[in-house]
């Protein structure tokens, strides 16, 4: 995988309002990426392109407002970056949601919709992204995925679902484009400290992992964009992240005891 110069890169950035996407956004812009930052949210999204406008020598910004699940949406986001940019040479999707609930009291709309929202619409705009990114300068493609996409956990399995997803086609898709010249690196990060489980679609966010201990999103931003300059494929950006991985690897049934007991 290719060694690739962040500034003037051409990128677009879903999920943007906020967390991993807002930092990595301006973590962009701050080494010369012009960005096009997408999210339903417009309000935070001026927001960030004030921030965004006030770093010295940064990138240029465009914004997006909508659904990603929207293919008209995703389409707007390409073309500005095509028309205000000239092109487009990475694209970031980050844009995902939580659910929590046991299976037995779930609903088929909440899978589908976390499938739409965290799968189908990465995967979609990929799809249609491939023509420019195939024109773009050493293209990549940046799946945000989790460290649940490697491990499932209770009361989670509609997001842990959308991530093993991901996750799968991510490593079918990689080797695929890699011979067309694009590279595709996977981020599985463990807990972070964003909004994330305060924004989930069903059920509370209150586990116990989640107490005060997630990773600062300016690392894992940091951690994404270095890896997008070194080509890497994956990367865990947490500590805990690995360890959780390490642990499923050698004894995976105390893990499962673990987390039926905590989780
Ligand atoms: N935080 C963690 O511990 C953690 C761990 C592993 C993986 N992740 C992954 O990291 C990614 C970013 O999450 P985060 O932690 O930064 O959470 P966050 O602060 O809740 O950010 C989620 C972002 O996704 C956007 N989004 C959600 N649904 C959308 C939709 N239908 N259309 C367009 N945008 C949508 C939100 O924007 P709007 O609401 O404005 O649309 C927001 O910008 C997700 O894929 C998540 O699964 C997070």
Redesign the pocket.
Known sequence: MARRKIEAMRSIV?????????AVALELVRRGANCVL????EE?LLDLAADCNAIDHGGQVEIVV????DSGVRKLAIEKSVISFGGVDAVIN?????SFGRFADSTPERLRRIMD??FFAAVELIRESLPALLRGKNPIVVN?????GHRGIPRMHEYCTS?FALQGFSQSLRVELRGEGVDLLMVS????D???YE?VMHGRGNVPWNKGR?TP?AVVAKKTVRAMELGKREIVPNTMGRLLLLANWHVPHWVDRVLERFA
């Open positions: 879903t999920g943007a309002s906020s967390g991993i996407g807002r997408m999210a339903r949210n935070r909508g659904d990603v699940t980050n844009a995902g949601v939580g929202v965290n945000v995925g989790s460290i649940l991530k990060p463990g807990t972070t964003t909004e994330f924004n997630g999103v």
